[in-house]
């Protein structure tokens, strides 16, 4: 069985409050592993993994099931790419520490030699492709009937409201509320792409840009949403 974001379970708690409040969860998941069964638990970091009493969990447990952690760092450009490949873009102006993606990396990664000098010679083509891909891989993930130019207008409005107001990350309500506000013309013609049974509501859309892939809970403040990285 997999549990793919077992933090969103765990939304509506902050990361603040007590372990007791989040220990039911674990103990229906220790309730399942019986026999030869196997969870896999997929999540952001969150302090429910790191702490004393969790551990504590843990070791009442001992004798019932074992534990195997696995946790996914950053990924560095140097993994992704040959060092020829690194040294071109480099001679080329990019900086790629500051959008160490795996999407964009296994772009450059994959691509064949005569492609990637092509790349290379025009690193702005390699940014625009890279969001043009990111923004039409939305559609799929989230069945988001909205075009490309116009997921890009949404996102230039977010960034308008937190230049205008000097902030980098805030509260997903506030982020929604700015698109219902500012990008209500957007939206209604996104809505006007679903036929009539599945016509999600203004509101469901919002909360899809929310959860945009170019968008993601700030690394300072887990409950606030802002930009994935500084390039982007």
């Known amino acids: 069985v997999i549990l793919d974001g077992f933090d969103e379970l765990l939304r509506k708690g902050e990361e603040g409050e007590g372990f007791d409040k989040k220990e039911p969860m674990l103990e229906t998941v220790s309730e399942l592993l019986t026999g030869r069964a196997k969870i896999i638990i997929t999540t952001r970091r969150t302090v429910l993994f790191d702490g004393d009493d969790f551990h504590q969990w843990l070791e009442r447990h001992a004798n019932d099931f074992s534990v195997v952690r696995i946790r996914i760092q950053e990924p560095r450009t140097n993994d992704w790419l040959s060092h020829d490949r690194l ?72 960034c308008a409201d937190m230049i205008g107001k000097g902030y980098t990350a805030e509260e997903r309500d506030y982020i929604v509320k700015v698109m219902l506000e500012k990008c209500s013309a957007e939206i209604e013609v996104s809505r006007s792409q679903y036929s009539a049974s599945d016509k999600p509501t203004r509101e469901e859309i919002a909360n899809k840009l929310a959860s945009h892939a170019l968008l993601d809970r700030s690394v300072a403040e887990s409950t606030k949403i802002g930009f994935v990285n500084e390039f982007a």
């Not at 964009?104 to 969001?131: H, M, N, T």
């Not at 490309?148 to 230039?156: F, I, S, Y």
Request: negative net charge; hydrophobic residues 40%.
């Open 87 to 158: 040294e071109a873009l480099q001679r080329a102006g990019l900086d790629l520490d500051a959008m160490a993606n795996p999407v964009l990396l296994s772009y450059l990664r994959c691509i064949d030699d005569e492609d990637f000098k092509s790349a290379a010679g025009d690193p702005d083509r390699i940014v625009q492709s890279y969001f043009e891909y990111m923004l039409d891989r939305e559609r799929d993930r989230q069945d988001l009937r909205m075009t490309v130019e116009t997921q890009a207008d949404v996102l230039r409005a977010i």
